[in-house]
């Protein structure tokens, strides 16, 4: 047991735990004006969580020092129920190596961000902008609890962003998209030219493209889009602070969807962009992956220690803290609907009159379960065939009503890396999913 921890257990604490964080970070960026490194450096401390009395009490650090246990017990304050799940100890180690470890110097990645920018702005003159950005994180993360839980994690995050803006005349275009990976250098773990033909292809799409006439349609979402839905308006509903006093806990036990969809939170998936990656969370818990819509039927809730208690449920392994100084929340780690067994064709062919949402921009949801999304790529389908493609677009509906209209699933399948925000924290995500067949509300203006 860590030393802290000892003396911990002389103030009579009934729970403590600690967390160690070592975090080497390197951002870049390049745009037709600038080419600069924006963040570098290391970024080391660490928590200590103590419960007494049944009140939490908490102290972050840069250096380990012999006050901060008092400190710890004397900032705790509360109503006197927390209550947690213990857990057995446990010794593990985690190491996840890149399988293309970068190499490179800030230099020589700064010369491959200057070339994706210049093949990306040489695409066409109605570009004005590209905006390029690297970033690479390389982690390390040390738990220990008063339950002789000692845990220590190693891994590195990497991802490319870009966004670019286009104009002609008077219709102003743009267009983002982001790979990222715990495998390592996203320079050579994906193929570049995959986001040049995706900005190309958005940037013509939305220059070109017509207002959609809105209403009720049947639609077809594409994976980035149903991951987006399985995250803002499935995932963070699930949440088991959230979800307590929220929308699912009425139907939770209940059929919403078709027994072919199922969405899963998980802490682990073999596809490069599953961004959210988290073995163990920062509550010292295995990840394990969660059924929250289970072949369509509400299932589990996402939750820390004290909720795991609250609700009788074993613990998912969804604490998760943005650093050191951050106190932890209940968050999603990868978020995904299930693959099914129709193609993509398939789906799209049953579309009469409809349209196709392939990629999302931006969106939100209300805890009433009501979600509107931006749509950054979308074409109309008319009688199965694609057709032109959209501008100003976006869809909206209700998450329990949207689940129950899905009418098919395809066992195509993707997934793309994002960051989720909450309580003024930012943590790596994963979302994805297969193609889907569903009707909801779509609108559009000029």
């Known amino acids: 047991m860590h030393e802290l921890l000892k003396r911990a257990e002389n103030f009579g604490v009934t729970f403590s735990d600690l967390r160690l964080y070592d975090v080497e970070e390197l951002s870049l960026m390049v745009s037709e004006t600038q080419r600069q490194i924006t963040s570098t450096g290391r970024d080391s401390g660490g928590s200590l969580r103590v419960l007494v009395s049944g009140n939490w009490g908490y102290v972050h650090f840069t250096e380990i020092e012999s006050e901060l246990v008092k400190q710890a017990v004397d900032s705790a304050y509360g109503d006197e129920r927390i209550n947690i799940v213990m857990l057995p100890a446990i010794h593990d180690q985690v190491i996840i190596k890149p399988k293309v470890p970068v190499t490179k110097s800030p230099e020589e990645i700064m010369k491959d961000a200057v070339k994706l920018k210049d093949e990306i702005i040489n695409i066409s003159h109605s570009i004005k902008s590209v905006n390029v950005r690297f970033t690479r994180s390389k982690i390390r993360k040390d738990y220990f609890s008063s339950e002789e839980r000692e845990i220590s994690l190693d891994y590195e995050l990497t991802g490319i962003s870009v966004r670019a803006v286009a104009r002609e005349g008077d219709v102003i275009a743009s267009a983002s998209t982001s790979l990222a990976t715990y495998l390592g250098d996203p320079f050579e773990v994906f193929d570049t030219r995959e986001i040049v033909e995706t900005i190309k292809r958005r940037i013509d799409g939305q220059l070109k493209g017509r207002p959609p006439k809105g209403g009720d349609y049947n639609v077809v979402l594409a994976p980035d889009v149903v991951g987006v839905f399985s995250h803002e308006a499935v995932g963070h ?26 969405i899963i939170d998980s802490g682990f998936s073999d596809n490069p962009m599953a961004h959210g990656i988290l073995p163990y969370d920062d509550d010292g818990v295995e990840s394990r992956d969660v059924k929250i819509v289970d072949k369509g039927v509400i299932g589990e809730f996402l939750v820390d220690r004290y909720y795991a208690a609250y609700l009788g449920e074993r613990p998912t392994g969804n604490a998760r803290a943005e650093d050191f100084r951050s106190t932890i929340l209940i968050r999603m780690r990868n978020t995904y609907m299930l693959p099914g067994e129709m193609s993509k064709d398939e789906l799209i ?98």
């Open 237 to 262: 509903l699930s949440e088991a602070d959230l979800a307590v006093n929220g929308i699912l806990s009425n139907v939770k036990g209940k059929k919403v969807a078709p027994e072919y969809v199922s």
């Open 349 to 446: 062919e049953e579309i009469k009159d409809g349209y196709l949402m392939v990629s999302p921009l931006g969106g939100q949801t209300s805890p009433d379960g009501t979600f509107q999304f931006g749509i950054q790529e979308g074409y109309r389908i008319e009688r199965g065939e694609i057709k032109e493609s959209l501008r100003n677009v976006g869809i909206s509906g209700y998450t329990i009503e949207t689940l129950g209209k899905i009418n098919g699933v395809s066992k195509d399948f993707g997934m793309w890396p994002g960051y989720c925000g909450k309580g003024g924290q930012s943590v790596p995500v994963g979302t994805g999913g297969p193609y889907i067949s569903v009707r909801v509300k779509v609108g559009g203006h000029e």
